[in-house]
């Protein structure tokens, strides 16, 4: 089961910011948090991780609560190709045999 | 650079066949992992590779089988298709197969399976 729990959908409006939240109330301290997206069945596309710092870079910035028991995936300037399906991941290392478990993740319209 | 790479895009298969779907890492990778995507799910993870060795397996029947190359390249087999086989079958390499900063896993455009 996913470790992760996520809306099921949410809207922004284009030229926004788009705020994702997630849910991982039971991270370990080694494990990672990792933001994933998927345009209409295409691959899934690697957008940003983190441990316990925020992370920024050309595509989105996370923010992850002190407690790292949520954290927020921002898109700061929504486009109309921003509408995907975002899976919020955790993942630990050194856990040789364990991969990246999706849930449904939250849908995400992005609106003229 | 060339991403992952799989092949072939599309499949139609009937029912009791066997099918091998391809794919090919970053490169530079080590790992490779294979994931099964049913439409209206996120993907569920099948297996995963690292320096030709299986170090993981998802709860998968022993219908479904993979191996990797000396070249890091992989394959994956399913045998006595079904039905409930049809899915988009998504490849994903990364460097190692640790859960670290080097574990990021990039996937490729996945292979449509329809079975008939």
């Known amino acids: 089961d996913a470790k992760t729990t996520q809306p099921t959908s949410m809207d922004c409006a284009e030229g926004r910011a788009a705020n994702l939240p997630c849910n991982h109330s039971t991270i370990s301290g080694n494990e990672y948090v990792y933001w994933y997206r998927q345009i209409h069945s295409q691959g899934p596309q690697y957008i940003i991780h983190?441990?316990?710092n925020n992370e920024t870079n050309e595509m989105a910035s996370l923010i992850i609560t002190e407690d790292r028991k949520s954290s927020t995936l921002i898109l700061p300037h929504a486009t109309l190709r921003d509408t995907a399906v975002y899976y919020c991941i955790v993942r630990g290392f050194d856990n040789y045999g364990q991969n990246f478990v999706f849930g449904p993740g939250t849908r995400l319209s992005v609106l003229p | 650079d060339a991403g992952v790479t799989q092949s072939p895009t599309h499949l139609i298969k009937t029912r009791g066949q066997h099918v091998t779907l391809r794919c090919s890492p970053i490169?530079?990778?080590?790992?490779v992992s294979w994931y099964q995507q049913v439409l209206g799910q996120g993907p569920q993870f099948i297996f995963q590779y690292y320096e030709k060795e299986e170090r993981g397996r998802g709860n998968f029947p022993d219908r479904f089988s993979a191996r990797q190359f000396p070249n890091y390249s992989s394959e994956l087999n399913v045998n006595a298709l079904l039905l409930g086989d049809s899915a988009l079958y998504l490849c994903?390499?990364?460097?190692?197969?640790?859960?670290?900063?080097?574990?990021?896993?990039?996937f490729g455009p996945g292979t449509r399976l329809t079975v008939l």
């Open positions: 983190g441990l316990k």
């Open positions: 994903a390499s990364s460097l190692k197969a640790s859960g670290g900063s080097a574990d990021t896993q990039y």
């Open positions: 490169s530079g990778h080590k790992s």
